[in-house]
């Protein structure tokens, strides 16, 4: 990660919301996709998305429209979840994966009525493009939205409040993992509800000459709730992550990251009686091994440098590694996931972490979600 | 620190607990998956397994059989996750001896 200078800005493909906001912020490189990594600091914008409403910019996330006379059985080919009876204006998270059974990507699939969204992470959309490209038919068409779109999120315990500035009806009337399509001063958006925080969350996809007044006119939205002044605050990366894995909610770059299906614990993305997609037989042999490991959330209280990739043993016996690691503000401890041996890979026992000068950390692997969001207790009015 | 053999087995038995969690849910709910294909940290509800506020219900009743523990229905927390209704059946049997 670096400062935004204008050498990251013309190496990085950036939007145009993007680039405006990099002025602001730190830049990640997000295989070739520039990606704002923070703001005004991971730990401040965590607050906000904990407890106010976070605002990301989502547009280096691939859009893909897949559209034409074979649609739905092009897309479903590509996804290990079933998406036969998924009804219009709905959305499901699905895993992509290969020949070889390895995760492409997890993406979110829009069900329109003449066609299927796909969207992917920044750090996959290009493979997830040329697997597209390389897999299409001839009766389907693929649509690249993000020459014309920009997608924008916001999460938090109040972001149901933001959401209704935006759409014309009651919002407690757009369950989970659903989507409308609605007009946003005369423009066409679609308006999506759906997060990675377990805070209520939504995302907007509008076009491009939108996404920087949307932006501020979100950014500027406030209210009080009794002796709470709720805020927008633009989040970065870093702090969604910090989020993400508080509530067990996987991210390519991680579980996605040369791990099987079973090791990332990434199941429950695969619909159990579905068998035509491509990596099928390759993920039931993986299914079927013996001598396994997955992976297990942990906390560490200790403050000695603990990095991924460090040893995890029981009794002075390696059992695993740290793959995944980062500072939880509301547990005031690290916070990360181990990929562990099977028989030792639950939760609630104690286990050592080996830092790189040898030292000993205790860790203690624990139960998702790690931490409770705030949403889980507020109901919308 | 654990002994190796102590925490294996400490894990044996958090597994076996986790296993019939998943039993119970695939079982009263009449649900046609492997119970192994549930993982211990997904969520219960909404896009995890699924299942809504009514099987919730079923859920409260079914723990309170097999495991003599009481959940109420305002402390819907404990359906985060298996692990999480483990946890909660292992803090609320200890307590309760």
């Not at chain 1, 759409?167 to 958006?189: G, K, R």
Request: overall charge negative.
């Amino acid at each position: 990660m670096m400062k935004s200078g204008d050498h990251m800005i013309n190496v990085l493909n950036m939007s145009e919301l993007t680039k405006s906001l990099a002025e602001h912020g730190a830049l990640r490189d997000e295989s070739g996709y520039g990606v704002i990594a923070t703001f005004q600091g991971a730990e401040h914008e965590y607050h906000a998305l904990r407890n106010h409403v976070g605002l990301i910019d989502l547009s280096a996330s691939g859009l893909y429209l897949i559209s034409g006379e074979d649609f739905v059985e092009f897309v479903s080919s590509l996804l290990t979840k079933d998406i036969e009876f998924l009804d219009i204006e709905k959305t499901v998270t699905s895993l992509m994966l290969d020949e070889d059974g390895q995760i492409i990507d997890m993406v979110s699939v829009y069900r329109l009525e003449q066609a299927i969204l796909i969207e992917t992470s920044a750090a996959r959309r290009d493979k997830v493009g040329a697997w597209l490209a390389e897999r299409k038919s001839d009766g389907v068409e693929i649509e690249h939205w993000n020459a014309s779109r920009t997608m924008i999120g916001f999460e938090g315990p109040y972001a149901w409040k933001l959401a209704q500035t935006i759409v014309p009806f009651d919002i407690s009337s757009v369950p989970y993992q659903a989507f409308v399509e609605i007009e946003l001063e005369n423009e066409p958006i679609v308006f999506i509800r759906s997060g990675f925080t377990g805070e209520y969350g939504y995302k907007i996809i509008v076009p491009h000459h939108q996404a920087m007044s949307t932006w501020t006119q979100l950014k500027e939205w406030g209210e009080e709730e009794g002796e709470l002044e709720i805020k927008v605050e633009p989040v970065g990366l870093e702090a969604l992550e910090i989020a993400m894995l508080e509530v067990r909610q996987p991210c390519a770059q991680v579980e996605g990251n040369g791990l099987t299906v079973y090791e990332a614990a990434v199941q429950w993305f695969v619909s159990y009686h579905k068998e035509e997609y491509v990596g099928y037989n390759a993920l039931q042999q993986q299914l079927q091994q013996e001598s396994k490991q997955h992976l297990v959330g942990f906390t560490a209280a200790n403050a000695l440098s603990l990095q991924i990739g460090n040893a995890v043993m029981l009794s002075s016996n390696k059992v695993g590694r740290i793959v995944q690691l980062v500072y939880s503000p509301t547990l005031e401890k690290k916070l990360g996931l181990a990929l562990l041996d099977d028989a030792c890979a639950v939760s609630g026992i104690e286990l050592e972490g080996i830092n790189e000068a040898g030292e000993s950390v205790v860790l203690h692997t624990v139960s998702s979600p790690y931490v409770l969001p705030k949403s889980w207790s507020i109901k919308m009015i | 620190m654990n002994t190796y053999e102590a925490g294996f087995a400490q894990a044996a038995e958090r597994m076996a607990l986790t296993s019939k969690i998943k039993e119970i849910i695939v079982q009263r709910l009449d649900m046609d998956i492997d119970p192994a294909f549930i993982t211990d940290d997904q969520p219960i509800f909404g896009r995890g397994l699924g299942l809504d506020s009514i099987d919730a219900l079923e859920l409260l009743v079914a723990i309170e059989d097999e495991f003599g523990v009481t959940i109420f229905d305002d402390n819907m927390a404990v359906f985060g996750s298996v692990n999480k209704v483990a946890d909660y059946i292992v803090s609320n049997t200890k307590a309760a001896s």
